[in-house]
């Protein structure tokens, strides 16, 4: 699907578009949360409020503007289509960006400040992402998939490139899993650089896409998909992404909806950090315990995504 270098030449494309977030060091804590030296790569401090914007960027920046010129269009638990509406700001084309029921209010009012058109269809990515399409065939606009394009997965990757410049001492890296591209493109990077790094996926326990389908051996589709965070409510993979990803992925462990809401509270009490849930999953894979680490290894928690989830 994508290789080192299609990641490589996303970063020059983008670079003057993105920002070079923080890697911080989760230190000085009221209460450990694994025996691990832990990092925190502060993604919800890129543009848009998360890593979104590096594959969106990329994606704008190689499609021709004459594609472009009926504007652009995509289906979003919320993060995608923000990173797409101010691509296409940057475009100078309107943006439509089609969202689940589940979405939240803060999201869609950010699009809307983005200048985007929020239509709410669907009650899970799949369904929504059925009138996206649609919709990008009728009206005749260009369409940037989430998480199967191989230009937003290599954007993706990007993040890969960053963190190991920052920190090349890393044993694992801890990624959510939505539909698959982050972590499939940080993974090309990750284990091309660095082959001994585990690469550990966290996805909700009402919505384990990935956890089926590398149980299974082959893209499984979800009978239902349960869970509450609309950045994370995928029904079934792409069949690239996973054929992709599926061999460098060490490990998916799953989480409980609240147990991300527990650690977005814990980063804004312990790091001052505004997580939204599917940026806590890597820090809620730690307090629960589903994940151990030892006394001298060093890992990474992506905080992925910006949200007030966790203020209250």
Known sequence: MITLDDIHRARQRIAPHVRR???????????????????????CLQVTGSFKARGATNKLLATPPQDMAR?????????????????????????????????????????????????????????????ALAFADDKGCAYFHPFADPYVVAGQGTLALELLEQQPDLDAVLIAIGGGGLITGMAVALKALKPSIRIIGIEPTGAPTFH??????????????????ATMACAETDRDVFATSRELIDEVVLIDDDDMLEAARWLWFEMGLAADLSGAAAAAALRKGVLRFSAGQKICALVCGAGPEGLA
């Open 71 to 131: 504007g652009v269009t995509t289906a979003s638990g919320g993060n995608h289509g923000l990173a797409v509406a101010r691509a296409a700001k940057l475009a100078g084309v309107p943006a439509t960006i089609f969202v689940p029921t589940n979405v939240t209010q803060a999201k869609i009012e950010k699009l809307r400040k983005w200048g985007a058109t929020v239509e709410v269809v669907g009650s899970v990515w799949n369904e929504t992402n059925l009138s």
């Open 21 to 43: 977030t923080p890697l911080v060091q989760a230190d000085a804590l009221s209460a450990p949360v694994t025996e691990a030296e832990l990092w925190l790569k502060l993604e």
């Open 212 to 229: 089926a389908s590398l149980a299974a051996g082959h893209v499984v589709k979800l009978d239902k998909v349960t869970t509450r965070v």
